[in-house]
């Protein structure tokens, strides 16, 4: 799975650039724990069997979020969201939602470990990998959405087993088993190669400018 603190250098990213006027550090919290939310079923994988990637990074959760988010903010004649919070409250509840789709799954969607969708109706973890690139004698070729027999086009999803047999090693759960093993081995990633370090270093830096900037301004 990528590293959390990846997942929160997506997610205040996220933060400064959709937050606008209600950007503020109870905002940016916000939204930053949204984005490392799913990575705690790392720590439920301790009790349930296969919940890493799975029991918080299916979609269920964000769907319904979206659903109830969407009937109160602009189908309910008065919103008990805006009623309580404010318009910012409703700013912040979208762009956590954001951040809890795509750093916190997307992050792990896209990358080696792979995501439990449909987790539990359809046991199965999917990964999306492919590439975009110009060549001169091919043009422009990219392997993430291909043609199916039938001429429609299909979304390509490598699935890398299930819950019962590909067991995703967490700090919290070396071996991604039950059970809370003590004399294991354990390895906390922050960064796992260096375009992970320009994500986390760029996000610092988007922060300190934008907080900067507020305190100017007030």
């Known amino acids: 799975?990528?590293?959390?603190?990846?997942?929160?250098?997506?997610?205040?990213?996220?933060?400064?650039?959709?937050?606008?006027?209600?950007?503020?550090?109870?905002?940016?919290?916000?939204?930053?724990?949204?984005?490392?939310?799913?990575?705690?079923?790392?720590?439920?994988?301790?009790?349930?069997?296969?919940?890493?990637?799975?029991?918080?990074?299916?979609?269920?959760?964000?769907?319904?979020?979206?659903?109830?988010?969407?009937?109160?903010?602009?189908?309910?004649?008065?919103?008990?969201?805006?009623?309580?919070?404010?318009?910012?409250?409703?700013?912040?509840?979208?762009?956590?939602?954001?951040?809890?789709?795509?750093?916190?799954?997307?992050?792990?969607l896209f990358g080696s470990a792979g995501a439990n969708l449909l987790y539990p109706v359809h046991d199965a973890y999917y990964r999306i990998d492919g590439r975009l690139v110009f060549s001169t004698q091919e043009g422009i070729v990219q392997t993430f959405v291909a043609l199916g027999a039938d001429g429609r086009k299909i979304l390509p999803l490598a699935s890398p087993g299930t819950t019962d047999s590909h067991a995703i090693p967490t700090f919290v759960n070396p071996d991604g088993r039950p059970g809370l093993s003590l004399d294991a081995d354990r390895e906390l990633s922050l960064v796992r190669s260096g375009w992970q370090l320009v994500v986390v270093a760029a996000a610092a830096a988007t922060l300190a400018v934008r907080f900067g900037r507020r305190e100017v301004t007030e």
């Open 1 to 108: 799975m990528a590293p959390t603190l990846v997942a929160a250098a997506v997610g205040a990213l996220l933060a400064a650039a959709l937050l606008g006027a209600a950007f503020d550090r109870r905002a940016v919290a916000v939204v930053v724990a949204a984005a490392i939310a799913p990575d705690l079923d790392a720590v439920a994988s301790l009790v349930v069997p296969g919940a890493t990637n799975a029991l918080l990074h299916a979609l269920w959760l964000p769907l319904f979020a979206a659903a109830a988010l969407h009937w109160d903010t602009a189908v309910r004649g008065e919103s008990r969201l805006r009623a309580r919070f404010g318009w910012r409250g409703a700013r912040v509840a979208w762009v956590a939602l954001a951040a809890f789709l795509v750093a916190g799954i997307g992050s792990d």
